[in-house]
Each structure stands twice: as structure tokens, then as C-alpha cells.
């Protein structure tokens, strides 16, 4: 009985000394190498530091437990649940670095300047390894935590003897599921879409802001989420407005009367964009376009560092040149013309 009692004390006694050791000297060792910023990354390092709390009690409990376990009970290193949960922790281990990585790029990269190209191309191929080796780590944990039971190992050779007629059973259904995943390293390296493009698929325009394995999370204006499988950006035609550089040119078309004073809103337009911060200071144009029979079409044309800004300065400049036609030429605005003649009495036949 005393064997025992000094047995899990001891255990107890090395999981809180493994915890208290890595308390104290992960913070110390963490500020050498990354220090984070982010709410987000300082959670992960948190994270991480949990993971190895766990891996240094399996580190000290094999060397521990042959001087104080009892000599009638079976080490517990050897037991099948404690090879499971070692598995279990290095994997664990190796998914929160991946994320720990993840972070130390972000804050060691500039995202938030007008054009962040680069950043984007390298983390949205980084973002996509990172999946992919996740996904390996738990594939190989799970088969390791297979073979370290003696059942189902017995199983897996007696599954071995099927494993051509299952391969393809299996192959058939997840055909789709392999397209996309194939589909998803052909976006992550040639990448006609980056995280933070701005696109404008099925009709709606948004930015894309997840490339998972399988599918692609694009945010919509309004705050929507649309989801598309991976391979659609691969199979299907969509307008990229990122593709290679942020800036982006906006256009607003006004329909006046034929007697619209065309240079005096040339000068107008150069004035309105020559006041807001949005026009990046490269293009602006106002046009004549279309004339038709009732109206005639004006094209104004500007330029701005990207797309959000582009949609502010189009709506700007069109409320703006509507409320100075209506303020300074309020003749010139669409109308219809009727053209009236009144009809001549008939004379009456003198008798």
C-alpha cells in the first residue's frame, strides 16, 4: 500500500514539476526567438507551450518510474495508452509549431501597406502547406496509434489481402474529394486567387478570406460568407481584380441632355478628385461615350490603391456630379421632348 501511495505520488509530483518547468522557462526561452504581437499569436504560443508541458512529463516519467514503481506492477511506458497518448502529444507538438510558424510570419510581414502582393502570394502558399501538413501529421499519428495495438494490427494484415479492391472502392468515392485537394496545390502555386483578393464570383463581389483543402471561403461585401469547392476557380471563369497589383480604375456613366456643357464637367471632375483622399492621383477622364437619341453617355474614369477605395470614390464622384447638374444646370438633366401642334379648325362652306 505504501508502494503505491508513493507510486502516484510520484506521478503526480513529476506532471506538475514537467508543468511548472515549462511555466517558467518557456516564456524566457520564447522571447529569443518570437516574441508576439497578436492576440491571436499569443494565444497559439500558449498553446504550444501546453503541448510541451505534457511532452516533458513523458520525457521524465520513463526515467522516474523504475525507482518508484512497485516491483509487482507493469511499467506504465509500457502500457498501450501511454504510447498512445506519447503519439497523441508529439502530434499535438508538431500542428501547434505549424501555427506558432504561421504567426511569426504574419507579424514579420507587412499587410497592411496598399500593395502587399508578395505577402500575399508567399502566405497564402505557406497557409496552404500548412494544411497539407497537418493533415499528414494526424494521418500518420492515426496509423502509428493503429500499429502500436496488437488488435489492430492483426486487422490491418488481414486487410491487406482486400486492400486492391478497397483501394479503388475507396479511390471511386473520393474522387472529388482528391480533384479539389489536387486542385487546391495547383491554387496555392500557379494562384490565380490569393487570401485578400478581391473577386467577383457568381455574380457577388468579395475578397477571398480562407483557401482550405477542399474548399474556398470568399466574404462578401454585406458580411456574407459564399463557399465554393476548390476546383471551381480552376474549372470556371471569374474576375480577379488583385491579380497583379491592387490598383484598380472605377468608372461612373452619367446620361444627360444633348446640351450638357461636356468641358465645363471635365473641369468639375478634376476638381471633385483633386479634393478627396480616394483618387491615388493617376487617371482621371470624363468622356463622351455613347450618344443616342435621347440622351447622351458620359464616362468618367479614375483610378484608386484598391478596390474598397474604388467603390467609395465611384459612389462619391456620381452623387457629387448629379447634385452640380442639379444645382447648376438642372436643363440638362434627361428628358423627353414632345413636340404639340394644334389642330386648325375646319371652315364652314359659306351658303
Not at 483543402?213 to 460568407?225: C, E, G, H
Given at each position: 500500500?505504501?508502494?503505491q501511495l508513493?507510486f502516484?505520488?510520484?506521478l503526480?509530483l513529476?506532471?506538475?514539476?514537467?508543468?511548472?518547468?515549462?511555466y517558467?522557462?518557456?516564456?524566457?526561452?520564447?522571447?529569443?526567438f518570437y516574441k508576439?504581437?497578436?492576440?491571436k499569436?499569443q494565444?497559439?504560443m500558449m498553446?504550444f507551450?501546453?503541448?510541451?508541458?505534457f511532452?516533458?512529463f513523458?520525457?521524465?516519467?520513463?526515467?522516474?518510474e523504475?525507482?518508484?514503481?512497485?516491483?509487482?506492477?507493469?511499467?506504465?511506458?509500457?502500457?498501450?495508452?501511454f504510447?498512445i497518448?506519447l503519439?497523441?502529444?508529439?502530434a499535438?507538438?508538431?500542428?501547434e509549431?505549424?501555427?506558432v510558424?504561421?504567426?511569426?510570419?504574419i507579424?514579420h510581414?507587412?499587410?497592411e501597406?496598399?500593395d502587399?502582393?508578395?505577402?500575399?502570394?508567399i502566405?497564402?502558399q505557406?497557409d496552404?502547406?500548412?494544411?497539407?501538413?497537418v493533415?499528414?501529421i494526424?494521418?500518420?499519428?492515426?496509423?502509428f496509434i493503429?500499429m502500436s495495438i496488437?488488435?489492430a494490427?492483426?486487422i490491418?494484415?488481414g486487410?491487406?489481402?482486400?486492400?486492391?479492391?478497397a483501394?479503388?472502392?475507396?479511390?471511386f468515392?473520393a474522387?472529388r474529394s482528391?480533384?479539389?485537394?489536387l486542385a487546391?496545390?495547383?491554387i496555392a502555386?500557379?494562384?490565380?486567387i490569393r487570401?485578400?483578393d478581391?473577386?467577383v464570383?457568381e455574380?457577388?463581389w468579395?475578397?477571398?478570406?480562407e483557401?482550405?483543402?477542399?474548399?474556398?471561403?470568399v466574404r462578401?461585401?454585406?458580411?456574407?460568407r459564399?463557399i465554393?469547392p476548390?476546383?471551381?476557380?480552376?474549372?470556371k471563369p471569374?474576375?480577379?481584380?488583385?491579380?497583379?497589383?491592387?490598383?484598380i480604375?472605377g468608372?461612373?456613366?452619367?446620361?444627360?441632355?444633348?446640351?450638357?456643357?461636356?468641358k465645363?464637367?471635365k473641369t468639375?471632375l478634376?476638381?471633385?478628385?483633386d479634393?478627396t483622399?480616394?483618387?491615388?492621383?493617376?487617371?482621371q477622364?470624363l468622356?463622351?461615350t455613347d450618344?443616342?437619341e435621347?440622351?447622351?453617355e458620359?464616362?468618367?474614369?479614375?483610378?484608386?490603391r484598391?478596390s474598397?477605395?474604388?467603390f467609395?470614390l465611384?459612389?462619391y464622384i456620381r452623387?457629387?456630379?448629379i447634385?452640380y447638374?442639379q444645382?447648376n444646370?438642372p436643363?440638362?438633366l434627361?428628358k423627353?421632348r414632345?413636340?404639340?401642334?394644334q389642330?386648325k379648325a375646319?371652315?364652314i362652306?359659306?351658303?
Amino acid at each position: 500500500m505504501q508502494e503505491q501511495l508513493v507510486f502516484f505520488s510520484a506521478l503526480v509530483l513529476t506532471m506538475l514539476l514537467s508543468h511548472l518547468l515549462v511555466y517558467l522557462v518557456f516564456p524566457l526561452v520564447a522571447k529569443i526567438f518570437y516574441k508576439p504581437k497578436l492576440p491571436k499569436a499569443q494565444r497559439a504560443m500558449m498553446r504550444f507551450s501546453h503541448s510541451l508541458k505534457f511532452a516533458l512529463f513523458f520525457i521524465l516519467w520513463p526515467i522516474a518510474e523504475p525507482y518508484v514503481s512497485p516491483e509487482t506492477m507493469a511499467y506504465i511506458r509500457s502500457h498501450v495508452l501511454f504510447q498512445i497518448f506519447l503519439i497523441i502529444n508529439i502530434a499535438w507538438i508538431f500542428i501547434e509549431l505549424t501555427n506558432v510558424l504561421r504567426y511569426y510570419f504574419i507579424e514579420h510581414y507587412n499587410f497592411e501597406k496598399d500593395d502587399n502582393l508578395r505577402e500575399r502570394r508567399i502566405f497564402t502558399q505557406l497557409d496552404f502547406i500548412r494544411k497539407i501538413i497537418v493533415l499528414i501529421i494526424v494521418i500518420v499519428a492515426f496509423a502509428f496509434i493503429l500499429m502500436s495495438i496488437e488488435t489492430a494490427r492483426k486487422i490491418g494484415a488481414g486487410l491487406l489481402t482486400s486492400a486492391g479492391i478497397a483501394g479503388l472502392i475507396i479511390g471511386f468515392a473520393a474522387q472529388r474529394s482528391i480533384a479539389n485537394l489536387l486542385a487546391g496545390f495547383q491554387i496555392a502555386f500557379t494562384q490565380p486567387i490569393r487570401i485578400d483578393d478581391v473577386v467577383v464570383v457568381e455574380g457577388e463581389w468579395g475578397k477571398i478570406e480562407e483557401i482550405n483543402l477542399t474548399y474556398v471561403v470568399v466574404r462578401i461585401w454585406d458580411q456574407r460568407r459564399l463557399i465554393l469547392p476548390i476546383n471551381y476557380f480552376i474549372e470556371k471563369p471569374f474576375q480577379n481584380w488583385t491579380r497583379t497589383t491592387a490598383n484598380i480604375w472605377g468608372t461612373v456613366f452619367l446620361y444627360v441632355d444633348h446640351t450638357v456643357p461636356v468641358k465645363i464637367l471635365k473641369t468639375k471632375l478634376k476638381e471633385l478628385l483633386d479634393a478627396t483622399p480616394l483618387w491615388d492621383g493617376k487617371v482621371q477622364v470624363l468622356q463622351v461615350t455613347d450618344v443616342r437619341e435621347r440622351v447622351v453617355e458620359l464616362r468618367c474614369l479614375m483610378s484608386a490603391r484598391d478596390s474598397p477605395s474604388a467603390f467609395d470614390l465611384r459612389c462619391y464622384i456620381r452623387e457629387e456630379m448629379i447634385i452640380y447638374l442639379q444645382e447648376n444646370y438642372p436643363e440638362t438633366l434627361p428628358k423627353t421632348r414632345v413636340l404639340m401642334e394644334q389642330d386648325k379648325a375646319p371652315k364652314i362652306p359659306e351658303l
